[in-house]
């Protein structure tokens, strides 16, 4: 059978992505894998109706659709996300509908599941019989029994065409609304008090709601703000993938764009810092996409220490957790805090004045407390995982991360807890005997306490 391979890589068939694809291709020679590097090619793509025709002919003459991509920052690379906005814009979702479809994710496991979630969404968009996701390690080919793996996934999903067995649909279709915000005048009393606020938009229609909420936000504000329109800096393409920045935090593009100038000179001394943009498919669009990932050029090293984050979004946010997560996650990775989020779903223009009059406040308030809630799950487990990758597997070739964790003590290993390592000990040896095994089971409960009630006593 045919299967297209719709290849997310900057690199094209160097990558390590298409190396999975290609063992694949390799044990399973009475198919035909044909390869489309989308992400590659976007920019002629996007100039060439033709190639694009072309890319889709090839799609719907196909037996199924093969979606391999690498994880880049929470998603699928801006120039993925590119592509799947063009399918929808030019209306060939028909060339995916109701043919099987399978997701490979290659990455260190950091949100693979919210890119995995992404596609998955994008497939039940599209009307696609989804079988199964392959959230790959990047050195899972390495390993005998991850292969094995991986062969019997891509031997579920060839089955599948063959056989045609039913396929769940994760995703309800997303529900649209033709709101018009029409917002009202601003009071403008909100004092920036020496914060520095900066609201970083992607707008195309000036009519559009986010163009009006974010107008209607830089009124509440009695000082003046700085906005950029994400569409109006100079970027010449997405990040490449070739982690050429980390030896020292070089992007490639060096000066052929104005990307790194315009993060190091706008972004980087910034108290609080708004992205407002509307959503296309599932996500923000892939401008702002786009922004995000070539600011990897930073690495893996937390950009917005103590800064507040906040979001204006035009869309149906509600019905996409997903993108929550990952809004929630960004913010907490960058050592931030999510101050807010405002969205024109209520369909009341004066609830969304009040809301982005709210957030506008709160923004400064917080920034001036330097008010950071606790990080959560998504937080935490993200910095191990940066933290236990770049102590060994990702040291080189990031080597201005490593520099950067070890200044700042960010290698905070459990086994360097001394005093936690040291009571675990006692404690051990003391149950050892049964009757002070027994006397601790009694007491455990109001001893664990004992510590945070004298904090709670004394302060």
Not at 36 to 55: A, M, T, Y
Request: hydrophobic content about 40%; proline content about 3%.
């Amino acid at each position: 059978m045919d299967i297209a391979v719709i290849n997310g890589s900057p690199k094209g068939e160097i990558s390590v992505t298409m190396q999975y694809v290609k063992f694949i291709q390799k044990k399973f020679p009475q198919h035909e894998l044909k390869f489309f590097n989308v992400s590659h090619d976007i920019l002629k793509i996007e100039k060439s109706p033709r190639q694009f025709g072309h890319i889709i002919d090839q799609v719907r003459k196909a037996d199924g659709v093969m979606w391999a991509v690498p994880l880049y920052v929470f998603l699928v690379p801006s120039q993925y996300k590119r592509f799947i906005e063009m399918i929808f814009e030019q209306g060939v979702q028909d060339a995916f509908k109701d043919k099987y479809a399978c997701v490979i994710t290659t990455s260190v496991h950091f949100f693979d599941h919210t890119a995995n979630s992404y596609m998955r969404g994008i497939c039940d968009d599209l009307g696609m019989k989804f079988t199964e996701f392959f959230a790959a390690d990047m050195d899972d080919l390495f390993i005998e029994e991850r292969r094995e793996a991986l062969l019997k996934w891509a031997d579920v999903f060839f089955s599948s065409i063959e056989f045609g067995p039913p396929c769940y649909r994760a995703n309800l279709p997303i529900v649209q609304s033709k709101f018009a915000y029409k917002p009202g005048k601003a009071a403008g009393n909100v004092e920036t008090r020496g914060q520095k606020v900066l609201v970083l938009a992607d707008i195309e229609n000036e009519k559009s709601n986010i163009a009006r909420m974010v107008s209607r936000f830089t009124a509440a504000f009695k000082d003046e703000i700085e906005v950029y329109n994400v569409r109006e800096i100079d970027i010449k393409g997405g990040c490449l993938g070739c982690i050429q920045c980390g030896f020292d935090n070089k992007c490639a593009y060096g000066d052929k764009d104005d990307f790194m100038n315009f993060f190091n000179e706008h972004m980087r001394d910034k108290d609080v810092i708004i992205f407002a943009g509307a959503i296309k498919d599932r996500f923000f669009s892939s401008r702002l996409k786009m922004f995000w990932d070539r600011s990897f050029f930073n690495g893996h090293i937390p950009l917005f220490i103590d800064r507040q984050i906040g979001f204006l979004v035009s869309g149906p946010l509600a019905q996409l957790h997903n993108m929550q997560e990952i809004m929630q996650a960004h913010a907490e990775m960058m050592e931030a805090n999510l101050t807010g989020v405002v969205t024109d779903e209520s369909a009341d223009s004066g609830q969304i004045d009040e809301m982005l009059d709210a957030l506008a406040e709160k923004c400064v308030d917080y920034a001036q407390h330097k008010y950071l809630r606790p990080r959560t799950f998504l937080g935490v487990g993200g910095h191990k995982i940066f933290r236990d990758e770049l102590w060994a597997r990702l040291r080189f070739p990031f080597t201005a991360d490593f520099r950067f964790y070890e200044k700042h003590k960010m290698f905070d290993f459990p086994q360097d807890d001394v005093r936690y390592k040291e009571f675990s000990q006692q404690m051990i040896q003391m149950i050892q005997d049964p009757k002070m095994k027994e006397a601790v089971r009694k007491m455990i409960k109001t001893e664990m306490i004992r510590s945070y009630a004298k904090v709670v006593e004394s302060k």
